[in-house]
């Protein structure tokens, strides 16, 4: 007989966050939907993440580690672990962020009622300490990819993809902003995300990130734009014009 597949692939790719990691697999263990494989991957860390992995995975075998010898950054990272993947749906998870226990269960039953290709749901921010700090990212119902060009509000941590309606998929290995890429590529194939309105993710802010290259985002987010020839160059402007400012609002507003 053969052994039963996952529903639900996790995708943690982990470069030296022995500090938080292990928080972000007690998020996962507490989620009230348990069929789901997590591929831990670690990105030759130079701390004791690899330690904190296998650890993990000797107390579940849920758990499957994919330990690289050589480091080849975030994209690389997830696409070592979109190589092993046995479950229909996709999810992403960065190592520092986590999941309130309900995530799972209420967008898989999203997109069993909707029939929607991609989920993604709001989201807040933290800090070091897991203390909720001023800003996040309220969901909108339908992101298609003109929306999104204004508003790049799908959280890579907030995101359930159903593999079986998008096909296979990669990330691009960029510099910056490799999520941003992904969901710009499937958008622009014809499929939309359907938001949910409740916050079910965390996301960490770490010390000095938010003052971080962020001309560098915002060169690489103009160059992807003006390569989407799907829209026109006025409105490519346009949007990456309304992308500025919601960026800043991210910072400002918290989502209910």
């Known amino acids: 007989m053969s052994e039963k597949q996952p529903t639900v692939s996790i995708i943690i790719p982990c470069y030296n966050c022995e500090q938080f990691v292990g928080e972000t697999m007690d998020a996962v263990l507490a989620q009230t939907y348990s069929d789901w494989e997590c591929i831990l991957i670690d990105d030759a860390s130079t701390d004791g993440s690899a330690d904190v992995i296998r650890e993990y995975a000797a107390r579940d075998e849920r758990f499957r580690p994919v330990l690289l010898e050589r480091n080849v950054g975030a994209a690389g990272a997830r696409n070592a672990g979109l190589d092993t993947v046995r479950g229909r749906y996709i999810a992403f998870l960065d190592s520092d962020d986590f999941w309130v226990p309900e995530k799972l269960e209420k967008q898989i039953s999203f ?146």
């Open 111 to 256: 997109i069993e009622e909707t029939g929607a290709p991609i989920v993604h749901s709001s989201y807040r921010f933290v800090d070091e300490d897991g203390e909720f700090l001023p800003g996040g990212v309220k969901a909108t119902d339908r992101v298609d990819l003109r929306l999104y060009m204004r508003n790049t509000e799908i959280g890579m941590s907030t995101s359930l993809v159903d593999g079986q309606q998008t096909g296979e998929f990669r990330l691009r290995d960029i510099r910056l902003c490799q999520d941003t890429n992904l969901w710009l590529e499937l958008l622009s194939r014809g499929f939309v995300s359907r938001g949910i309105e409740e916050v079910l993710v965390h996301y960490r802010v770490r010390e000095g990130q938010i003052s971080g290259s962020k001309f560098g985002m915002a060169k690489q987010v103009f160059l992807l734009w003006m390569g989407i020839k799907q829209v026109s160059l006025p409105m490519r402007l346009f949007s990456f014009a309304s992308y500025a400012v919601n960026g800043f609002r991210k910072r400002m507003q918290t989502p209910d």
